[in-house]
C-alpha cells in the first residue's frame, strides 16, 4: 500500500510559477512511476506529466510541454511538478498518482494510488 500526499497548490496571477510536491510512504518508491493529472468539475482527468522510476525518462501532455517539468527525488520519496508561465486554463485540482512498474504512462487507468489532490487557481 502506497500512500501519496500532495501540496504545494494555490491561488497564482497569470504568467505565475508554483510547485507542487507529492510524498509517498514506503520504502520501494523508485520501483513505481509517478504522474500528475488534473481535473476540473464537470471534465474528464487530464493527463499532465509523468516520469519514470528512476527519473530518466519523462513525458508531457501538450498542453504543459515546455511548461511544466516533473522530477523525482527517489531518497525523500517525492515528485515535483515545477508549473511556469502558467494560464488560466491550467486552474484544476492536481492529483499525483503512483503505477506499479518503473516505465511512465498517460493512461491513468494505469495508474493504482492516488493522492487527494491539490486545488491549483490561475487568475486572468
Known amino acids: 500500500q502506497v500512500q501519496l500526499v500532495e501540496s504545494g497548490g494555490g491561488l497564482v496571477q497569470h504568467g505565475g510559477s508554483l510547485r507542487l510536491s507529492c510524498e509517498a510512504s514506503?520504502?520501494?518508491?523508485?520501483?513505481?512511476?509517478m504522474g500528475w493529472f488534473r481535473q476540473v468539475p464537470g471534465k474528464e482527468r487530464e493527463f499532465a506529466a509523468a516520469?519514470?522510476?528512476?527519473?530518466?525518462?519523462?513525458s508531457y501532455s501538450s498542453s504543459v510541454k515546455g511548461r511544466f517539468t516533473i522530477s523525482r527525488d527517489n531518497a525523500k520519496n517525492t515528485v515535483y511538478l515545477q508549473m511556469n508561465s502558467l494560464k488560466p486554463e491550467d486552474t484544476a485540482v492536481y492529483y499525483c498518482?503512483?503505477?506499479?512498474?518503473?516505465?511512465?504512462?498517460?493512461?491513468?487507468?494505469?495508474?493504482?494510488?492516488w493522492g487527494q489532490g491539490t486545488q491549483v487557481t490561475v487568475s486572468s
Open positions: 516520469i519514470s522510476g528512476s527519473g530518466i525518462t519523462k
Open positions: 514506503g520504502r520501494t518508491f523508485s520501483s513505481y512511476a
Open positions: 498518482a503512483a503505477k506499479i512498474g518503473i516505465s511512465d504512462s498517460s493512461n491513468d487507468r494505469m495508474y493504482i494510488y
